[in-house]
């Protein structure tokens, strides 16, 4: 399951003996963004979808894996009552108590640290006890951690005597690698590290509002052993899912998009070109740089390095080509002469929408570098084209000068990877294979964890 910005989507998926992936249903459920920043719909998507699944496809699932949108957070208690709406990914903590959460975060948490963003999951946390101390009995959870538990229990609040007479244990708050980095995980160690555990103690927060264990991605257990999350008779009377389904440790939705590229070896990567342009590698060394905005998930025994420029295909909207005429001039254009054109220092235009940009330049002024209103627009779309490859290079370039691995192979997703014109410019600008990901789909990618393929 995969819960987006737009929707809820569903994908089941079984391994074939020729170790071949096959999606046997798949599904969905939308919301507007209002209506996507309550948890309620959450709940009401993922049971609308369970109970569109065909019986035979519940009935064989095996386990669940979850992906949310990364630094989305609510605070429970331990019924599962909502105290605290969820703040969401794109949700910058601001006011007085805002300002205060980030001053005790900037004065502890080491340089360069993703939680040093008004939008970490740190951040919100501190603000909710600043605004109002939380008590006791808080819980903080992540999006997909909310609906694993969620799944397991049949809804919210929980039904604490049951819990109890299934499982001694009760439910387990678990959260996961990757929702856990911008609450301030140690993603090398594997542990809460000291300097965040003081912060807690600090503000007067109780350690036990942090998720009870983190699990790698995929796995139901953190060092083997029993399962941490299995569906209970409630879970199973209100889902359909099976009694004792695993739900394993999830992820977050834009490293479930990466997965189900299908990625898998230092330097292979993904480069998904939307509004904007987001680039993830698998690189055997971990990379963090706040200036450009680069951070590291662990995968594995390796690390996704991630950054995100400004440029994308939002530009060609405030240019005025439709669609029918990117097409259209995309069909003649030359492609043949883009070495001779392209490297010559720096790209012929920036084509940001707005100034400001962070990576692979870092310049909060940087100003839009476009084509003039005389310019045709043939040759003004094919520089369009020529420069946003030049810069997707040297994007992949400043991620190996700050120590990540050397970019190999590159697979690409988003609108802009439609079109095949482009594609060819940017494998000759890059001198690296750029082939459209066959698989792209968030849920796709949780389904592999879910079928145990841990990362």
């Not at 678990?174 to 590290?193: C, I, M, Q, T």
């Not at 555990?197 to 509002?209: F, T």
């Not at 400001?356 to 005389?374: A, S």
Request: aromatic share 6%.
């Amino acid at each position: 399951l995969d819960l987006g910005t737009s929707g809820v989507r569903l994908m089941a998926v079984r391994a074939a003996a020729d170790s071949r992936r096959v999606v046997v249903h798949t599904d969905e459920v939308a919301w507007s963004d209002d209506a996507g920043a309550r948890s309620e719909t959450w709940v009401a998507g993922m049971q609308q979808l369970l109970a569109r699944c065909p019986p035979d496809v519940l009935e064989a699932t095996a386990s669940v894996a979850v992906s949310g949108t990364s630094a989305t957070a609510l605070i429970i208690d331990e019924h599962g009552r909502v105290k605290r709406a969820p703040r969401m990914y794109n949700y910058a903590v601001s006011g007085s108590a805002g300002d205060e959460a980030m001053r005790i975060i900037e004065a502890r948490a080491p340089k360069g640290h993703t939680v040093r963003a008004r939008t970490s999951t740190l951040a919100k946390l501190l603000a909710w006890h600043l605004e109002a101390p939380l008590s006791p009995t808080d819980r903080l959870v992540h999006q997909a951690d909310f609906a694993a538990t969620v799944l397991c229990a049949g809804g919210a609040p929980f039904d604490e005597q049951q819990q109890s007479s299934e499982d001694p244990r009760g439910l387990v708050f678990a959260s996961d690698w990757h929702n856990a980095l911008k609450l301030g995980y140690d993603v090398e160690n594997l542990r809460w590290p000291g300097w965040l555990l003081d912060i807690l103690s600090d503000v007067g927060l109780p350690h036990e509002v942090l998720p009870a264990a983190v699990l790698p991605p995929g796995a139901a257990a953190v060092d083997g052993g029993e399962a941490l999350r299995k569906v209970q008779r409630s879970g199973s009377s209100t889902f359909g899912l099976p009694r004792e389904c695993a739900v394993v440790g999830g992820t977050t939705d834009s490293i479930a998009a990466f997965l189900a590229s299908g990625c898998s070896q230092p330097g292979e990567a993904v480069t998904s070109l939307g509004s904007t342009m987001a680039i993830k590698m698998i690189s055997t060394t971990k990379v963090d740089d706040a200036d450009f905005g680069i951070y590291s998930h662990r995968l594995g025994n390796s690390w996704l390095v991630g950054g995100a420029s400004n440029v994308g295909c939002r530009v060609f909207r405030k240019l005025g080509y439709s669609d029918e005429e990117l097409e259209d001039l995309s069909k003649g254009m030359d492609t043949e002469d883009v070495e001779s054109s392209a490297g010559q220092g720096e790209p012929e235009y920036y084509p940001l929408v707005d100034p400001g940009e962070r990576f692979p330049v870092n310049d909060p002024n940087l100003q839009p570098r476009l084509p003039g209103e005389e310019a045709p627009r043939p040759e003004a779309l094919r520089g369009l084209f020529i420069s946003i490859a030049e810069i997707e290079k040297l994007a992949y370039d400043r991620m190996q000068e700050l120590g990540a691995s050397q970019v190999q192979e590159v697979r690409t997703a988003g609108g802009g990877s439609k079109n095949p014109t482009w594609l060819k410019i940017r494998e000759k600008c890059m001198n690296l294979k750029v082939s459209r990901a066959e698989q792209a789909d968030a849920a796709y990618g949780a389904a592999l964890l879910a079928l145990r393929e841990p990362v």
